[in-house]
């Protein structure tokens, strides 16, 4: 650690960078985007249509297929520990209280 350390400190420097930055104080209007959309992009329908094209199960499912999301583990619950063993715990706690309800403990 300590040679790392003197190393570090006398070592010819590889590579050196430097930056300016320019600050400008002119205040400028902001562009408000909906000046800059056309017409058919403002109204509800559109992000009604674009809402229901982006949730439908047909692109849900091409999005699965080409990213190849039905391998990846941190989309399958049951291949993370903890998320199998908190579904097996529900599981369970229904089944005891079906069995309590069915036998009138409940």
């Known amino acids: 650690l300590l040679l790392a ?5 006398t070592a010819t420097p590889v590579y050196e960078a430097k930056t300016k930055v320019l600050v400008n104080l002119e205040e400028k209007a902001p562009v408000n985007i909906t000046n ?3 017409d ?3 109204g509800k329908e559109f992000f009604d249509t674009q809402l229901a094209l982006i949730t439908s199960r047909s ?3 091409n ?3 080409e990213l190849n999301l ?3 583990p941190e ?11 908190l579904i097996s715990w529900l599981k369970s ?8 309800n069915s036998s009138g403990n409940f």
Request: neutral net charge.
């Open 5 to 9: 350390i003197v190393y570090s400190f």
């Open 36 to 38: 800059t959309l056309p």
């Open 40 to 42: 058919e992009f403002k």
């Open 59 to 61: 692109l849900i499912r």
């Open 63 to 65: 999005v699965i297929v």
């Open 70 to 72: 039905n391998e990846n």
């Open 75 to 85: 989309f399958q619950p049951e291949r993370i520990p903890f998320v199998s063993d």
């Open 93 to 100: 706690l229904l089944k005891t209280l079906a069995a309590q």
